[in-house]
């Protein structure tokens, strides 16, 4: 018997043959299955799934990532939040395969804001990873952002993309939250922009601010339409409908966004890219890293110098992180213990911290001590407390 013909080409674009029965008109687009020229989601931590700091931070009142990984809430004396982690259990986003989600509560209102308040939530992006976008060339692609969002306000909101490395140019597209307290699936398209190019390197290239509430110096202009512009503050978010600051009772959440190359709608939208939680962790840890403290838990070890005060201790990080670390150190005196010997000796802060050249892996903490019970040029190790930790930020 006579193999039959393998057809190659229609395999690639999803077509399905005359010869059997189909229209060999499918497109990978068609079917939501278009090749991506990434292989990992533009988005990193895109399904809430990592919330190294907290799952919830309460009494928030300005600029940081408090909660989930990645994610920066920007706010300028526009009241009080509680930001969390969200455990989804039911509705459409959990239907599509999200468990977890970004959650801002107002806890104190700000009926009238003044003119220069904001708050909005931001995703930075590396130059390095926008590549792809082609912008500033003749080839420029659009940008395709798509999320599921819920609220208890109703109406147009506004998302800002903003080109860090050319002068903040930036556009605005809108969505519509058409149901109180129920998710929906939105998408924003944003136009190719054959002007200034992303830097391709690990600075901040592009914010995408999704605006919930503003004074009146982000409300004075015309949007633009998804259109690039030049700066101008008061297009950020005009027409905005959403005004989470104003009362008490006001929420908004966010899961499952995506970055996709090019123009999709809701019938050609490519598949959100769920990755493991391992994988999406690894990712998260390039930019902020915690080393949580428990009985009998070492961070390193090292050795004593300098008058029996200062410990030096080598620390290796997991991943590379995206520029050398700053790190800090929770709580005060005793927050963690130098172990010589039998002996303890209270930690009272980082004095500074070493790096190799990049990828900045490997770190020499200098720890002050009070220097009551070590031993100049001993051989040491470092416990954190159960309540303690240290952490090192390498955030856009």
Same mark, same amino acid.
């Given at each position: 018997?006579?193999?039959?013909?393998?057809?190659?080409?229609?395999?690639?674009?999803?077509?399905?043959?005359?010869?059997?029965?189909?229209?060999?008109?499918?497109?990978?687009?068609?079917?939501?299955?278009?090749?991506?020229?990434?292989?990992?989601?533009?988005?990193?931590?895109?399904?809430?799934?990592?919330?190294?700091?907290?799952?919830?931070?309460?009494?928030?009142?300005?600029?940081?990532?408090? @909660?989930? =990984?990645?994610? *920066?809430?920007?706010? !300028?004396?526009? #009241?009080?939040?509680?930001?969390?982690?969200?455990?989804? +259990? $039911?509705?459409?986003?959990?239907?599509?395969?999200?468990?977890?989600?970004?959650?801002?509560?107002?806890?104190?209102?700000?009926?009238?804001?003044? @003119?220069? =308040?904001?708050? *909005?939530?931001?995703? !930075?992006?590396? #130059?390095?990873?926008?590549?792809?976008?082609?912008?500033? +060339? $003749?080839?420029?692609?659009?940008?395709?952002?798509?999320?599921?969002?819920?609220?208890?306000?109703?109406?147009?909101?506004?998302?800002?993309?903003?080109?860090? =490395?050319?002068?903040?140019?930036?556009?605005?597209?809108?969505?519509?939250?058409?149901?109180?307290?129920?998710?929906?699936?939105?998408?924003?398209?944003?136009?190719?922009?054959?002007?200034?190019?992303?830097?391709?390197?690990?600075?901040?290239?592009?914010?995408?601010?999704?605006?919930? =509430?503003?004074?009146?110096?982000?409300?004075?202009?015309?949007?633009?339409?998804?259109?690039?512009?030049?700066?101008?503050?008061?297009?950020?978010?005009?027409?905005?409908?959403?005004?989470?600051?104003?009362?008490?009772?006001?929420?908004?959440?966010?899961?499952?966004?995506?970055?996709?190359?090019?123009?999709?709608?809701?019938?050609?939208?490519?598949?959100?890219?769920?990755?493991?939680?391992?994988?999406?962790?690894?990712?998260?840890?390039?930019?902020?890293?915690?080393?949580?403290?428990?009985?009998?838990?070492?961070?390193?070890?090292?050795?004593?110098?300098?008058?029996?005060?200062?410990?030096?201790?080598?620390?290796?990080?997991?991943?590379?992180?995206?520029?050398?670390?700053?790190?800090?150190?929770?709580?005060?005196?005793?927050?963690?213990?130098?172990?010589?010997?039998?002996?303890?000796?209270?930690?009272?802060?980082?004095?500074?911290?070493?790096?190799?050249?990049?990828?900045?892996?490997?770190?020499?903490?200098?720890?002050?001590?009070?220097?009551?019970?070590?031993?100049?040029?001993?051989?040491?190790?470092?416990?954190?407390?159960?309540?303690?930790?240290?952490?090192?930020?390498?955030?856009?």
């Amino acid at each position: 018997m006579a193999l039959s013909k393998i057809d190659v080409a229609n395999m690639l674009t999803g077509a399905t043959p005359v010869a059997n029965g189909g229209t060999a008109a499918t497109t990978f687009a068609a079917a939501g299955l278009s090749k991506r020229p990434n292989a990992k989601p533009l988005i990193i931590n895109g399904d809430m799934a990592v919330a190294q700091r907290s799952t919830s931070a309460t009494s928030i009142t300005g600029n940081g990532v408090n @909660s989930i =990984d990645r994610m *920066y809430w920007a706010i !300028n004396s526009i #009241g009080t939040y509680t930001c969390a982690q969200e455990s989804l +259990t $039911s509705g459409p986003a959990f239907e599509a395969g999200f468990a977890n989600a970004m959650r801002i509560d107002t806890t104190s209102a700000d009926a009238s804001p003044a @003119s220069a =308040d904001y708050l *909005y939530l931001q995703y !930075n992006m590396e #130059g390095q990873d926008l590549q792809l976008f082609k912008k500033g +060339t $003749s080839s420029a692609e659009k940008f395709t952002l798509a999320f599921w969002v819920k609220s208890n306000k109703t109406g147009q909101a506004n998302v800002e993309f903003k080109d860090k =490395d050319n002068s903040n140019r930036h556009a605005i597209g809108s969505y519509t939250i058409s149901s109180a307290d129920t998710w929906e699936h939105k998408i924003v398209v944003i136009n190719a922009d054959t002007t200034g190019a992303f830097g391709d390197d690990n600075g901040k290239s592009l914010n995408i601010n999704w605006w919930l =509430d503003s004074g009146d110096n982000f409300t004075g202009v015309a949007e633009g339409d998804a259109a690039w512009l030049a700066d101008d503050a008061d297009r950020a978010n005009n027409d905005g409908a959403l005004q989470i600051a104003r009362n008490t009772a006001n929420d908004w959440a966010i899961t499952g966004v995506q970055l996709e190359v090019g123009e999709y709608t809701s019938s050609t939208l490519p598949p959100f890219q769920h990755e493991t939680f391992g994988d999406n962790l690894q990712r998260c840890l390039r930019y902020y890293y915690r080393n949580n403290g428990r009985s009998g838990f070492g961070a390193g070890t090292g050795f004593v110098q300098d008058g029996a005060v200062k410990a030096y201790i080598y620390h290796t990080m997991p991943v590379a992180p995206r520029t050398e670390m700053s790190f800090s150190l929770s709580g005060t005196s005793s927050a963690i213990l130098s172990i010589d010997g039998n002996a303890g000796d209270d930690v009272q802060s980082i004095g500074g911290t070493f790096a190799d050249s990049f990828p900045f892996k490997d770190y020499e903490f200098n720890f002050v001590t009070d220097g009551s019970s070590i031993t100049d040029k001993a051989g040491m190790g470092i416990r954190i407390n159960a309540s303690n930790y240290i952490e090192g930020d390498a955030e856009l």
